[in-house]
């Protein structure tokens, strides 16, 4: 964490076309940075010099190195974040297959499976990252979808729902195992949807 | 893999309890080099260093970094590798507990989850890992398992179940999301077991 040294500037933030467009960069070349090396090897510095901006600049908009991944996996997440109301929503009968469908969407898409292969490299290593995806994943997306399932215990089966698709996530497109790695994905579907409606409103 | 320079000597390997002593050792500390730094940290030389031997000793005695990293993973698991038959004997329609209490079982036992731990990290980090965890898990475990169901599908049925306790465990012992992490091993069993079973000897 000696990243977050005392060379935060908050105020007099510079507002703007020019600034927010700094920003973006600094941001999306974070992106990169963490998808590319993982949350330990990435540093502020490195960020900033990738960048070409003063590492003060960063730690201005973003804080610390932990604030600047989380800010990383929020922007890539971006678009998954109203997925929780669109999973809940609809018939309660088919939520398994929304969100296995959601899961695998996301993972089969070259644009958003790299910055969540990050972010799982980087909370199997690093506790602050774990921090982060606890929060952001479990917190805001699970939690979302658990709390329009009405269950006492939906909490814990949204999570077991979660570890059927984290789990082929890992063994399907980190470590590529066969036959599972080349499945065609309705195959997939088929087959966890009903697992996964299984946990999240069986008995 | 510049660890794996020139340097072995095959010929002449030392016999006797002396040289079988310090093989162990070098395995020994082998496993706990790569449990604490991951597969990419661990070099030949820092496994040489720590076991008070010369680095061509590490390679005479197990070849590369790849080598010696399969050996450390094997000796870690030699407890586990007749899981399999345990597994497969017994009533078939009760495999997927007995798979459930295994999994269970080696990721609560402190002594195997820390090695169990150092392959998960390493192979999401890292290619060559990766080769390993599909060699013996996928290759080994899973594979003995599928040739004891005797359906033409059973390969990928029992990845689809391994992806359910692979990401338990990732959920509960690695990235420790609550209720799922202090859920009661019993409990967790009871979820998971249906769940595995059915995609063993579902329809």
């Not at 590319?36 to 540093?43: A, D, L, P, Q, V």
């Not at 329009?148 to 470590?175: F, H, K, T």
Request: some cysteine; charged content about 25%; proline content about 6%.
């Amino acid at each position: 964490m000696s990243d977050a040294g005392g060379t935060t500037r908050r105020r007099g933030r510079p507002r703007g076309t020019e600034s927010a467009g700094t920003r973006d960069r600094i941001l999306a070349t974070a992106r990169e940075e963490f998808s590319e090396r993982g949350y330990e090897k990435t540093s502020v510095r490195g960020i900033a010099k990738a960048a070409g901006v003063d590492p003060a600049l960063v730690h201005h908009y973003f804080g610390t190195k932990e604030q600047v991944f989380e800010a990383a996996v929020e922007v890539a997440f971006a678009p998954a974040m109203d997925a929780p109301e669109t999973i809940a929503e609809g018939p309660l009968d088919a939520v398994g297959e929304r969100l296995t469908r959601f899961v695998l969407g996301v993972w089969e898409n070259p644009a958003t499976r790299a910055p969540l292969l990050a972010i799982l490299r980087s909370a199997v290593n690093n506790e602050t990252a774990a921090t982060v995806f606890r929060r952001l994943i479990v917190g805001r997306l699970l939690r979302r979808v658990a709390a329009q399932l009405n269950l006492p215990d939906a909490e814990l089966r949204v999570e077991l729902a979660a570890a059927q698709l984290v789990g082929c996530a890992m063994l399907r497109y980190v470590i590529r195992v066969e036959p599972l790695a080349s499945a065609d994905p309705e195959q997939i579907v088929a087959r966890l949807a009903p697992v996964v409606q299984g946990h999240l409103t069986g008995p």
